[in-house]
Every structure is written in C-alpha cells, then in structure tokens.
C-alpha cells in the first residue's frame, strides 16, 4: 500500500510540474476524466449509449442542419434514424456501431437468429401484412385494416392524442410503441433516451422504462428485467424477464383483445385470454412438458423461451431464471406473438398451420396445452 500511494505521489508531482511549465488547463482535464472514469458505475451506464458520436449523428450527409438565425439546431431523416441504425444488409441481429454493439430488428436478408421482439424483415416482404407490425419507412400501411391497429379501442389508449389512421405506424410517438405517446413525433417523443440514466427500470422515465416502452408521463412505463444481448441467444436460465405491464402496452392498441369483457369467460373463450395466471390445474401443471424441472426444484416448471410468461412482480427470487410457477406466472401477448414481425401470420412464434393435436411434437401452443399433445 505504501509504495503504490508513493507512486502516486511521484505521478502527482510529475504532472505538477510538466504542467507549470506546458498547460495547468489540460493536467485539470485530465485529473476530472480519471475521476469521471473511476467513479462512474459500469451498472449505471452499462446501457447507455457510448462511443463515437459521428456514428449516429454523422452517418448520413446532412442529418444535422445548420441552425436558423435565432432557431435551435434540428436533426434531418427524423422518421429514419430509428431504422437505419437497427437495421443491417446481412443475416446478423448484431452489429456494431462505433465500438457499441447494436440490436437489428429489420434485415435485408432472411436474419439468423430472432431477437426478442422479432424481425421486420417478413413483413416488408411482399403480402407480409399478416407477418407483423407495418412500421414507416420499412413497409406500407396494412391494406386490410386501412391503417388502423385492428382490435383499436380507445377507451384502453391512454394517449390524449390517441391513434391517427391517417398516418403510419412508428417506432415512437403517438403512432408508436416507445417513447411518450403523448407526444405525436416520433423524434420528439424519444430524443435523448439513448443518452439518458436508465436504470433502475422502474418505469418512471422513458429511459427508465422496459425497452423505452414509456406509454405516457401519467402512465407508468412497461416494466421488466431486459437482457443485455436482447434474448440473441436465450436460454431457459438467461432471457428477458417480462412484466404483465407489457399486456397494458399492448393494450394501447388492441385494446378489444384485453379484458374480461373481450375475452369472455372460459368454456368457452372468446378470445385468448391474456392477464390470466396459468392455471395451477390440469394440463397446465406440465407447462413445457419435454424439459423436466431440477430434482431440487419439483414444484417449479422450466421456462420456455418459445413460450414465455410474464411475473406480476420481480420482489421474488424465486420468479426468475428458469422458474415457471403455474398459478402464479401469467399468460401474456408475448406468450404467442412476436412484438415486431416473424415469418408467421398474425406475428406469431410458431406456425400454427403445422400444429396437429396428438403428435409428437409438443411445441407451440402445446407448451401450455400440454393435454393436447398426447
């Protein structure tokens, strides 16, 4: 100890007098970046965009407009900026952008592996209405729902602005997911998310929210426990952890598809319920049915990440990882659907038109159903 703090005392005096002779202003800038660096949390900003600023702001010629006389300075290719950096040309859901790594959710190519919300590619594909959401600037409006989310209610957006059919569906604003859909542009609604504190997710920013899924400043944004590779390669043990707050997102716009009286009671349901537990009964005792839990762990089932449920809360050790708890663990959108796109119809995980009751294959909707599957 003694002869590192006398080091120290060595460099200290070095720098003291080089810099009385050359520039006390840059030994200054140097003791406050060591410090910055010693003392900023890897925890904090370990989301947090870093890196070369000109990677997004300088990529494409004229992004940033000189100001107006007396205007503030304003960023051009607004409605693009979210999919030029989240896409790539090739397969890879990965890429990186001046030294951070990037989430892909649309590819030119058929991409290789879906991250957690899924992929745009299948839907900016010719008659790919069905496989996903028809997001501006990568696909045309939905023909069939003429641009209204189908199941739109508006008594379940929250949003004082609401929905406009008139224009397309964002990434953000009040035609989008993330952001504040109280605010209608979709720039304006998530600037400065990317260079915000945003932990903890406890949903009181938009920072602070699920994936920036902030749904408005007098709504608690989506909360969950996000996977820092974006579930690239999740496992039963290592995903993202979701929120039955992701149902009330997606309520936002499909909110017919939400509540008891949309879904109706059980035999038979109207609709799919959604914001149900798993019943602690019957079939669903077995959820994930191919993977045995841990002989230490017998009241427990292992996750599935092709079918994944939602915790009402994460105070619990218990509710994490590799644990599914029939009659506590919850029945959420996600459960069936990708979030973005997939190469199935209505966004689903799977191919339901190859699902047959009895066989032996018991993925799909036979991971809950498991009595169908025998």
């Known amino acids: 100890m003694y002869d590192f703090c006398r080091l120290l005392s060595l460099e200290y005096d070095c720098h003291i007098n080089w810099c009385m002779k050359n520039n006390v202003f840059l030994f200054l800038l140097t003791i406050f970046c060591c410090i910055f660096n010693i003392f900023q949390s890897p925890v904090i900003c370990r989301a947090v965009v870093a890196g070369e600023c000109e990677i997004c702001h300088a990529s494409y ?6 100001a107006e006389p007396g205007k503030p300075q304003r960023y051009v290719l607004q409605n693009k900026i979210c999919i030029n950096c989240h896409s790539n040309s090739d397969r890879d859901t990965l890429k990186t952008l001046g030294g951070a790594t990037v989430p892909v959710v649309f590819n030119a190519a058929s991409p290789k592996v879906l991250l957690a919300g899924g992929n745009f590619h299948f839907n900016a594909k010719d008659f790919g209405d069905r496989k996903g959401h028809n997001i501006d600037g ?3 409006p939905d023909a069939k729902n003429k641009g209204l989310p189908p199941g739109y209610d508006r008594r379940t957006d929250p949003s004082v602005i609401g929905y406009n059919p008139q224009k397309p569906l964002a990434c953000s604003g009040s035609n989008g997911c993330h952001g504040d859909r109280n605010i209608e542009d979709p720039f304006q609604s998530i600037v400065g998310t990317h260079h915000a504190e945003d932990t903890p997710v406890d949903g009181s920013t938009t920072a602070k929210s699920y994936r920036y899924l902030r749904m408005t400043k007098k709504v ?10 974006w579930d690239h390669d999740r496992t039963a043990r290592k995903h993202n952890e979701y929120s039955v707050t992701m149902n009330r997102l997606c309520a936002n716009c499909h909110g017919d598809y939400h509540g008891k009286e949309n879904t109706g009671k059980e035999n038979p349901w109207l609709r799919h319920p959604t914001d149900n537990v798993l019943p602690k009964r019957g079939e669903y005792l077995f959820y994930n049915p191919d993977i ?20 009402e809360n994460f105070s619990e050790a218990g509710d994490l ?26 966004s689903l995980r799977w191919d339901y038109d190859s699902l047959y009751a009895g066989e032996e294959d018991r993925g799909g909707c036979m991971i809950c159903h498991t009595g169908k599957g025998e």
């Open 61 to 66: 010629p004229g992004m940033m407009e000189p």
């Open 138 to 140: 990568i696909s045309s």
């Open 220 to 229: 608690k944004g989506v909360l969950g426990i996000e996977d820092p590779w």
């Open 292 to 311: 045995m839990p841990p002989p230490e762990r017998p009241d427990i089932r292992v996750f599935s990440t092709e079918a994944p449920v939602a915790r």
């Open 321 to 346: 990882g590799e644990s599914v708890k029939p009659g506590k663990d919850m029945v959420m959108c996600l459960s069936c659907h990708f979030a973005h796109g997939s190469p199935y119809n209505y």
